[in-house]
């Protein structure tokens, strides 16, 4: 890594902040040529200080130095915007990365380490072969020989190695590595992205060997000083489509009538020694990614799905929390400790939920007081300062071949908010106790209200704490919260927000829910937030309006889980720790980096799929509602699949102006206005296969009623808070949890694995 270059950049954008210079102008600016290794270094740490959040990429690939959490292209046109999800920890996702002005494609953003091999498509032109790369900040085209072809033809999607310069040699060279098939089709461009964003499912041979040299029976000794809680009633709720359990739930009442929850999480580090083959892999990895059609595990199966996985009716190793809520929702106590538990059932959401509303269950007493338990820990958590947005999701439906055969509105159970109300407990209280440096695994809530610093963020409340992993929120922008308030006041509601309270925004929007502006509002608001990102210094969740929070509970999808995990153990068995601060610092960095990759490359899959399905609706009529406003048209999403693509202004009978305060196009002969939130008629141009872009028209360009998003296209009841711990991916694939427990199988969405990313 070239720290010095990185410090360069970060100098000169420092320097001229009000301006954004395209890679070969920054190249000019510092004195590097502009094709070459140097230059290759360059684009490397631009791509690096991107993912480290220092600067922002906008239109036309131009850089610079940012703290905005959305890029504005320099002719002030907003880019073109992408769905918000919720993870199972009930945490936003907002939207990361740049759009392309094409149709809103994502980037794909990768490391250094993978800079040697790039994926692209292979073309001919009389003798020459070359490669042009799928990622548009890599300007020059890769030469390729004939002898360095691997059997590659015109239109093929490859993976090409660069090969070393050669004495006065200027431009890139390479060799096709691997052929990946014909351009365009969804398998091969899933294949692609895979290869994109080095996604594998192949694990190396001392992992492998490692995972298999674990005896998969429990012996006794491995059960000396752990609760013995296997005649506990507990049980695992998840998507339908999950094979991997990493979490379960037990619900009691003491004899001071205060509830007694357990959340019991499978005890991975028990299997995965620190520093390990294994370990330095999960490390490399940092998370599962769940693409539409398939998983990529951060733990070999033999792990993930089997030995860790609390299945039913069998024996596992687990960390347990035990906490004890009064009828009012307070925290009166609390015990953490590892246990070995046996799980009764394996729920899934669908079935739990028949349980609430009526339906028979030898557990449903239990499920139906968890239920209870849920809604006073929910509404609390409301009143608190919690931002509850009620973010749509939709799960892609594929066929046995694979292919997608529908998308369809994914409901928001109360059964999946329960899950992720409890996950969003037990994350809480492991933070707090580790924060107060608490080796007794034992205590009672204390200090409910938070310290802050000078910008309004949490101030950790011990400064002695032993280094640890937060998940943190920071205050948004006080420049964007301005332009919320512009753009609030423009739609007609007068409110304070105070970019220090989180209170304020969640009073905002109950301000507005069930309005016609509900949606949009919602929409610009999430756009306005910073991301949530791991970090050793706590300045707490402002989503959540959480003063400590940490990721706990996924340890079989999540690095900073199973290191949570280690901690914690350490701490509870010595005192003391075992981990520096610059190395909790390190980890922290490498797993936001790898979440943020895993949340690209998911996002980009669910846009193939999307395309896919769009393919055989060319000509056909939807209702939608406008979803982004830019200067060269309008983002329209149609429901109730929630496909977006764009209303390109030169398809529109009138010349319009884009006005940015108000997010509205206004025709200039006509005088007709299109803004956020607007309902109209579109019929499908084009669905681009290669370049992954659906093109719309309008049908009725005359007037239109503004609405807010019918409750068919997904504005489901209930909504989801930001940074909660709901379980539910608001992408929808197969596969588990991945706003986690933000699922894998055919036909459905993802498990919200994580119970979320928040």
Known sequence: M???????????????????????????????????????????????????????????SRWMLSVSAEPIAPDGATLAPDRATIAPDGEVHRPEGDADARGGERHATTTSSDAQRIVGVFKQFRRMSYVEADDRDIEEDIAVSPKRAGGAEDGDKVVVRLLPRRGRQTGLEGEVIEVLGRRGRADVE???????????????????????????????????????????????????????????????????????????????????????????????????????????????????????????????????????VSARGAIRDYRIGTSVINSRRRFTYEEVQAVLDGGESPHATTLREMERLAGVLMRKRFREGSVDFNVPEVRCILDETGHAV????????????????????????????????????????????????????????????????????????????????????????KVTLDPASSRSFQEMLEQVRDRPEEAVVQD?????????????????????????????????????????????????????????????ADIARQSSLRERVAVEAERASIKIKQVEFMKRHEGDEFDAVVSGVTRYGLYVEIYPSLVEGLVHVRSMDDFFEFDRARMALIGQRSGRRYRLGDRVRVRVAQVDSVEIRI???????????????????????????????????????????????????????????????R
């Open 406 to 493: 529908d998308i369809v509105p994914k409901p928001r159970l109360m059964s999946m908010r329960m899950i992720e109300e409890f996950m969003l407990l037990a994350n809480r209280v492991v933070a707090q106790h580790v924060a107060r440096g608490d080796a007794t695994g034992k205590g009672a809530a204390r200090g409910a209200g938070a310290a802050h610093d000078a910008r309004g963020r949490v101030r950790a409340g011990h400064a002695t704490a032993p280094p640890f992993i937060y998940r943190v929120h920071d205050l948004p922008d006080p420049e964007k919260v301005r332009e919320l308030i512009e753009f609030l006041r423009h739609v007609g509601l």
């Open 190 to 324: 899933m294949l692609a992205l895979a290869r994109r964003y080095g996604l594998q499912h192949e694990f190396p041979a001392d992992v492998d060997a490692q995972t298999f040299a674990i005896p998969a029976r429990i012996d006794e000794e491995e059960l000396r000083g752990r609760w013995d809680l296997r005649d506990l009633e507990c049980f695992t709720i998840d998507p339908e489509d999950a094979r991997d359990f990493d979490d379960a739930v037990s619900l009691g009442v003491d004899a001071a009538g205060d509830w007694e929850l357990g959340v019991h999480i499978a005890d991975v580090s028990h299997y995965v020694p620190e520093d390990s083959p294994l370990d330095r892999e999960a490390l490399r990895r940092g998370t599962s990614v769940y693409l539409v059609d398939g998983v990529f595990p951060m733990l070999p199966e033999r792990l993930s799905n089997h030995m860790c996985s609390l299945k039913e009716g069998k024996d596992r190793l687990a960390f347990s929390v035990f906490v004890t």
């Open 524 to 584: 610009v608001t999430i756009r306005s937030m910073a991301k949530a990102v791991y970090s050793e210094e706590n300045i707490g969740h402002f989503g959540l309006g959480f003063r400590y929070y940490t990721h706990f509970t996924s340890p079989i999808r999540r690095y900073p889980d199973l290191v949570v995990h280690r901690l914690l153990r350490h701490l509870l068995e010595t005192g003391g720790v075992h981990l520096s601060r610059t190395r909790v």
């Open 695 to 757: 093109d719309f028209v309008l049908v009725d360009d005359g007037e239109h009623e503004r609405r807010t998003r019918p409750a068919a296209g997904g504005r489901n009841s209930g909504g989801g808070s930001a940074g909660s711990a709901g379980r539910q991916r608001g992408s929808g694939t197969r596969g588990k949890e991945t706003s986690r427990k933000e699922p894998s199988r055919k036909g459905a969405s993802k498990k919200s694995r994580g119970r979320g990313r």
């Open 2 to 60: 070239n720290t010095h270059l990185d410090d360069r950049i970060l100098s000169f954008l420092a320097a001229h902040r009000e301006t954004a210079f395209k890679t070969k102008e920054l190249a000019r600016e510092l004195d590097l040529p502009k094709q070459g290794g140097e230059y290759q270094s360059l684009k490397a740490a631009l791509r690096r200080l991107q993912l480290d959040g220092r600067i922002a990429r906008l239109k036309n």
